[in-house]
């Protein structure tokens, strides 16, 4: 079944990854985009996570991760190949009510982290509901390049619109106008 997409704000989020090897990479330089806290735990990181941690709020733990680490957290991502080590951390954030995502475990998963494309603040989530992460990520790859350029500059002003007309039939229609000509101008 497929799932619902829901975004959610992620702006100084306290967020967990446990494990810092090529997997947590990619989820580490997907995340940072939308500027939460990182807290990565691991017994060795990876050089280019080190790296990211110099220019984003990242705070890297060299050490083996308890439970614990798993309270008052916003969402936690498992990315460790140790399935038991995955069974526990799901247990423990399911009884504590947090959003989880074992890393190429979707049974332990209470979040699919999708395939992302993001252009300022365009953002486009793609997910096959854990049974096929690599068609998400070539739709992406497929999709990134059907983006029209000047995206950001028809969010930006349709922001304007919304934030200085008042609400009502005659500002909907003319953003409604204004979207329908940017995309009719591309074909």
Known sequence: ????????????????????????????????????????????????????????????????????????????????????????IYAACMTLKIPVNCVDSPALCSFIFPALIVEGDLCVGINTAGKAPAVSSALRHYLTSLIPQKISVLIDEVHSIRQNELVGKERQEKII???RNFFNSLC
């Open 1 to 88: 079944m497929a799932l619902f997409p829901m975004f959610v704000d992620l702006k100084d989020q306290n967020c967990l990854i446990i494990g810092a090897g090529e997997v947590a990479l990619r989820k580490i330089e997907q995340l940072v985009k939308f500027t939460p806290n990182l807290t990565v735990i691991a017994p060795a990181i990876h050089e280019e996570i080190y790296t990211l941690a110099q220019v984003h709020s990242i705070i890297l733990i060299e050490r083996e991760y308890g439970l614990e680490d798993c309270e008052n957290r916003f969402l936690v991502i498992g990315a460790l190949d140790d399935l038991r080590e995955q069974e526990k």
């Open 177 to 179: 106008g204004m979207c």
